[in-house]
């Protein structure tokens, strides 16, 4: 099993940054990929960004540029830096790990950016 416990979200003003942390526990081994998705009012999750076990990273096209994942591996943890927040980045943000073709998700954290 694998555990993961997100934080750092909060208001913020557009043209803000915050930073979303995700730290994952259990059996982190055979971890495919690590990422964040979110999910807005009434609409579906999507991807935001994922970083492969090789470090390879795919974003979301609306968040290129401005969103940087990274992790640490010492301390088991993925990161999202959100630069320059639009309202429309107003969502949940899933911490989400893919290992031995089971999926992991946290509870979520609310980023809400105001115009």
């Known amino acids: 099993q694998v555990q993961l416990v997100e934080s750092g979200g909060g208001l913020v003003q557009a043209g803000g940054s915050l930073r979303l942390s995700c730290v994952v526990s259990?059996?982190?081994?055979?971890?495919?990929?690590m990422g964040w998705y979110r999910q807005a009012p009434g609409m579906q999750r999507e991807l935001v960004a994922r970083?492969?076990?090789?470090?390879?990273?795919n974003y979301a096209d609306s968040v290129k540029g401005r969103f940087t994942i990274s992790r640490d591996n010492a301390k088991n943890t993925v990161y999202l830096q959100m630069n320059s927040l639009k309202p429309e980045d107003t969502a949940v943000y899933y911490c989400?790990?893919?290992?031995?073709?089971?999926?992991?998700w946290g509870q979520g954290t609310q980023v809400t950016v105001s115009s």
């Open positions: 970083i492969f076990s090789v470090g390879i990273t």
């Open positions: 259990g059996s982190i081994f055979s971890i495919n990929t």
């Open positions: 989400h790990v893919h290992r031995i073709a089971q999926d992991y």
